[in-house]
């Protein structure tokens, strides 16, 4: 997932490249760095999975809150983008260019909250599986049980 939603901001900034969009989001580059994150993070919680440790899960857990910053702050990114287009725009520009750049910015809104979605259930997940089997359990659950006493009624 947080695969899919990097590539997706990857290709959102090569799309508002070509197309000649040169706006808010573009003068930080957001996409680009907002993709290649999510991407690393991506990676990391998959060798976490198949290689899982205590260091390796915290390091995920670290990575995946920082993952679930940055999708807040690039859902903003893309909602200052999405407002700050229709304030300024102009009528003599086609409603074409509108509509691409309209769309991108709702889909990488869609994506940004589902990745940050993601990313908090994964450590949230993960720090609860951290904490479990780090504390030590009651042994009282494992005692077996008392059977019962049978009473024999006498005639």
């Known amino acids: 997932m947080q695969i899919i ?9 090569i799309l508002f490249i070509s197309s000649g969009i040169h706006d808010y989001i573009m003068m930080y580059n957001a996409p680009f760095w907002l993709g290649g994150v999510f991407l690393v993070v991506g ?10 440790s205590y260091f390796l899960l915290l390091v995920t857990v670290v990575l ?11 859902l903003a990114l893309y909602a200052w983008d999405l407002m700050s287009f229709k304030v300024v725009m102009h009528y003599n520009e086609m409603n074409y260019d509108k509509m691409i750049r309209e ?14 979605c993601a990313t908090l259930s994964f450590s949230v997940l993960t720090l609860k599986e951290l904490c ?3 504390s030590v359990e009651d042994p009282q659950l494992y005692k077996p049980l008392k059977e019962e006493l049978t009473v024999s009624h006498v005639c």
């Open 132 to 134: 479990e089997t780090n």
């Open 103 to 116: 769309t991108l910015d709702i889909t990488m809104m869609i994506f940004s909250a589902l990745q940050l």
């Open 43 to 52: 990676v990391v919680s998959i060798v976490a999975a198949w290689f899982p």
């Open 5 to 13: 939603v990097g590539l997706l901001n990857l290709m959102t900034g």
């Open 64 to 74: 995946n809150k920082v993952s679930a910053l940055l999708a807040m702050i690039g």
